[in-house]
């Protein structure tokens, strides 16, 4: 990185915090603070509650994820819009009925006070979890590739959003996420312009297709029942739909931003806005992702992307096998890249792209070979490189300037859902655990002051959490694989109060607990893939809660 670069950087995030500050200072009450004064408009509301939803995982992780895996990850969205609309006509109008802070204290008044209290209790423990993983997955690829402290990078990443978290509250964390989104579009349409530029004269886009698709990087639709395959059109719409139902209906990061709406039909519109721009624009981070794949079959790329996995290596005793096979890969990428430049001017020859399939399966050998061979010399390392594909790429190949302005596009998108997460966090703590159980009479002004201290709290233990986290196989798999645990016992929960009016408190409580024990019991043994999970969840509780009250009614019949 150049001056250029630190300046963009610098400037960019500073004006976030900084405007985010003035805009929403002197909250005097907890409405203003925890519902933004019930002021937001549609385009507010749809911009904030997609950029709570892509966090820096999502443009740090899903273009590796099309790098190695291509487009198919686009049929976990696939549920979204479905979701959106069932919340548009059962939840919000509920919701704003009552006029809710939070989600779970309508939960209370439909069941009792310990059936809120767990609920709110389940989304703390994910959420926060989560938050972690939000300031973590940006600062352990900087810290990898630009060498810098990882704990320096947690702590600068989580002070700067708390600074105007605490400051403004809902009202701050909505105001900052439409300069976040609109940073995040320019920045991500700059790189895939920039990519296309960068191929071959003779590559047009039509052509760069192509040659995605001879290595099977455009293969975006899976009608296999293959419950292996975590991806499918079923997955996207049964399991994604029920994933998205939990994490837009019932999660307070996301509650949050709809409930600041001026009214039930400008939340309606902001929900239904993110539920059909969402699946083009992870589809287009994709593409973005698929672009990269196509400007590395004409140029070198690493046999492994995380640089610090290539330095351990290179400095053991293996550092000579390693080097046989770098020479290996270079080889088979200049055979490629000949292969590539035919294959464009001539798409109809099936026997080119026959040979390109088949150098890319051995490329796929080479790489697998060179994750050995890391492991070999340094067992802790991260060979798993998707997370690292990205912003290798964004720091050897944009030019001065637009690599700050994409390493700000990392880091906003880092801010803005972590500052959603504390938001929610601290005002589900305050409202259904603090203040549901302090029974003094006190001003509003002390509990918008409880809140903050929430808020610095929550956010303290976020940097703690992404101080001591480990990297999974990929980012963004990990947080939705830490909602899936989670969310459909929660979803199942709300779909009992809203539609099985005879279930009562007692039922759900128990039926919830045995649920989350079966579900985390299920993800370790690895029985489904984590997609499932959700359904699954789903239909446990509302199934158990349905039978104990039976054998409650039951027996209640029997005293009669």
Known sequence: MVLLDWIVLLATLLFIVIYGSWKTR????????????????????????????????????TP??????????????????????????????????????TAYE???????????????????????????????????ILSAVLGWDLLTLNIIIGVLVIIYTVSGGTKAVSVTQKQQMAIIFIGMFAAFFIILGYLPEDVTFSKAIEIAGASGKMEVLDF????????TVWTGFLGGTFLMLSYFGTDQSQVQRYLSGKSIRESQLGLLFNGFLKVPMQFFILLVGVMVFVFYQFNNSPLNFNPSA????????????????????????????????????????????????????????????????????????????????????????????????????????AMSSTASE???????????????????????????????????????????????????????????IIGSIFYGNILGIFLIAFFIRYVKGNAVFIAALITQLFIIWIYFMDVLPYLWLNLLGCVIVMLLAVLIQFVKGMGSTKKL
Not at 74 to 85: D, E
Request: proline residues 2%; aromatic residues 12%; contains cysteine.
């Open 26 to 61: 002197g909250s005097k009450n907890v409405r203003d603070f925890i519902k933004g004064g019930s002021e937001a408009k549609w385009w507010t509301i749809g911009l904030s509650v997609m950029a709570t939803q892509a966090s820096a995982i999502t443009f740090l992780s």
């Open 64 to 101: 590796g994820q099309a790098f190695h895996s291509g487009m198919g990850f686009v049929q976990f969205y696939f549920g979204l819009p479905i979701a959106m609309i069932i919340i548009c006509m059962v939840f919000i109008p509920i919701y704003h009925k009552l006029n809710v802070y």
């Open 106 to 140: 309508y939960l209370e008044s439909r069941f009792d006070l310990k059936t809120r209290s767990l609920a709110a209790i389940l989304f703390l423990i994910q959420r926060g979890l989560a938050a972690g993983i939000t300031i973590f997955a940006p600062a352990i």
């Open 224 to 231: 296999s029942f293959d419950l292996n395959n975590r991806y």
């Open 310 to 413: 290539t330095n351990a290596v290179k400095e053991s005793k293996y550092a000579e096998d390693y080097g046989a096979l770098e020479k290996n890969h270079l080889n088979l990428l200049k055979e490629k890249k000949q292969l590539q430049l035919q294959y464009a001017e001539f798409p109809e020859q099936t026997e080119l792209g026959n040979k390109i399939s088949v150098l890319q399966k051995q490329e796929i050998a080479y790489r697998e070979e060179a994750k050995d061979l890391i492991l070999k010399a340094d067992s802790n390392q991260e060979v798993n490189d998707k997370d690292y594909v990205f912003i290798h790429f964004i720091l050897n190949n944009l030019p001065r300037g637009l690599i700050g302005l994409l390493l700000a596009v990392i880091l906003s998108a």
């Open 422 to 480: 504390l938001n929610a966090l601290a005002a589900t703590t305050t409202m259904d655990l603090y203040k549901r159980n302090d029974h003094k009479e006190r001003e509003d002004i002390y509990y918008v002051s409880v809140t903050k201290w929430f808020t610095l709290a929550w956010g303290v233990l976020a940097i703690l959490v992404a101080s001591i986290a480990n990297l999974f196989d990929n980012l963004i798999q990990l947080v939705n």
